[in-house]
């Protein structure tokens, strides 16, 4: 029973998981953004990124993995999802948010979590958990 599991396991080729502080791209433009985070993904990476990308980024993100998709050996684009949290904080909460955001330049409350196709079959939310689901 052990062996099954060890050969079902293999099929996933080497992945790990990294945790990327905003502070580590605040300072890059968009397209150096999407670069370094294509990067990563490309070598295999789930991304756990602090904070999100502006709805730009994000789109151009998509755009340019689709571009990949075909030209790229055994790449079949990304996963991503981003998590923020409930906004129930009344007038005063959503008016510190807004300038903690506003001098960080992100929502640092929020959490975007990308990864290869290759290696996320898909991710779930809902309000109590976030289910990763890796493909075999």
């Not at 490309?42 to 075909?70: C, F, S, V």
């Not at 506003?102 to 959490?111: L, N």
């Not at 079959?121 to 109590?128: H, V």
């Amino acid at each position: 029973m052990v062996n099954k599991r060890k050969k079902n396991f293999g099929k996933i080729k080497g992945f790990s998981i990294q945790f990327l502080p905003y502070s580590e791209i605040k300072k890059l433009d968009s397209v150096e953004r999407i670069k370094k985070i294509l990067g990563l993904v490309l070598g295999n990476n789930i991304i756990i990124l602090q904070g999100k990308l502006e709805p730009e980024e994000e789109a151009r993100l998509i755009e340019d993995t689709m571009a990949m998709i075909g030209h790229v050996k055994n790449f079949r684009g990304i996963e991503l999802a981003v998590i923020a949290g409930n906004g129930n904080g009344g007038f005063f909460g959503r008016f510190r948010k807004n300038l903690v955001n506003a001098i960080a330049g992100s929502d640092t409350g929020a959490v975007t979590i990308i990864g290869p196709a290759t290696v996320v079959k898909e991710i779930k939310r809902n309000p109590k958990k976030i289910e990763l689901l890796l493909n075999r």
